[in-house]
């Protein structure tokens, strides 16, 4: 498994160096004589730019080259079905918004599955020049240096970050934030899941919750967490795998705690509220 975090790491930092100089050379309209293309994403709001193509081929490439008999599901190509038990799960650009805008929060996230069991994950902010990588059974690192969950107890000490994944009218994702800002010290959203994701698995903060969120938004930062010390599953409780796609990420002291604030939102409990009104 250790040649295959290397690959990894490797398609991590190449395709986020490639962003990072495009980045760079100019406000992020206009890049040397090229102009970068950006659109929503399907029916969302979520942005997409050329360069979310551009770093997805490249990972793709080195993958291809390594390991051809892999599955590989990305972002922006879908599926490469090769009937394999592996499956490498990539968003070549996690947080294309922020990237559009200038906003340095945005990180490249590699991730492979098996059977649709994360077992490493690799996110790659370059901006900010923080690599984090995981491996099961071999814990976290960020930039070279393991790292753990927080030690946080009481839920009203607790500082969150979220994000509304995909819920297209935003109206869970209005009632999960108004439930949790009541019970705990800070709600905040950054704008990347996967850096959401590792910023718990470093005790940055305390917990990540999403909703209706993609595979390869979180399956690295899922390993991540696992790794230093946390609890990832679905709001039911259920250890999380690709086929779920309500998450929470946390130190796994506050779990409970969250996940009980958390079912007013979630389909299968009798408390879900569809939409709130917040007065």
Not at 25 to 53: A, C, P
Not at 240 to 258: A, F, P, Q, R
């Amino acid at each position: 498994m250790e040649f295959y975090t290397k690959t990894a790491v490797d398609a991590a930092i190449l395709a986020g160096k490639h962003l990072l100089s495009k980045y760079k050379r100019h406000h992020i309209e206009v890049y040397g004589s090229d102009t970068l293309s950006v659109s929503n994403r399907g029916l969302t709001k979520e942005i997409t730019s050329s360069l979310d193509n551009e770093a997805d081929e490249i990972i793709i490439e080195l993958i291809s080259e390594r390991h051809p008999g892999h599955n590989i599901l990305t972002e922006e190509t879908g599926q490469i079905n090769k009937d394999s038990p592996y499956t490498w799960v990539i968003d070549p650009l996690d947080g294309s918004s922020n990237y559009v805008n200038h906003n340095p929060f945005f990180a490249v996230s590699v991730c492979l599955a098996y059977e649709n069991t994360p077992i490493t994950g690799v996110i790659f902010a370059p901006y900010i020049e923080e690599l984090a990588v995981a491996r099961k059974g071999h814990g976290c690192t960020l930039n070279g240096r393991p790292v753990y969950v927080s030690d946080t107890l009481a839920l009203d000490r607790g500082y969150i970050v979220g994000c509304p994944g995909g819920d297209l009218n935003n109206h869970r994702f209005a009632t999960m934030s108004y439930v949790l800002n009541d019970s705990i010290k800070d709600f905040r959203k950054m704008g990347s899941a996967a850096i959401e994701a590792y910023t718990v698995a470093s005790g940055r903060v305390d917990a990540f919750v999403t909703l209706n969120i993609s595979p390869w938004d979180i399956a690295a930062g899922a390993v991540c967490v696992e790794e230093a010390g946390g609890v990832v599953t679905d709001f039911n409780g259920n250890p999380w795998d690709l086929t779920k796609s309500d998450v929470c990420m946390s130190n796994g002291k506050l779990h409970e705690s969250i996940l009980s604030k958390l079912q007013v939102v979630n389909p299968s409990h009798p408390e879900y509220r569809a939409t709130t009104t917040i007065r």
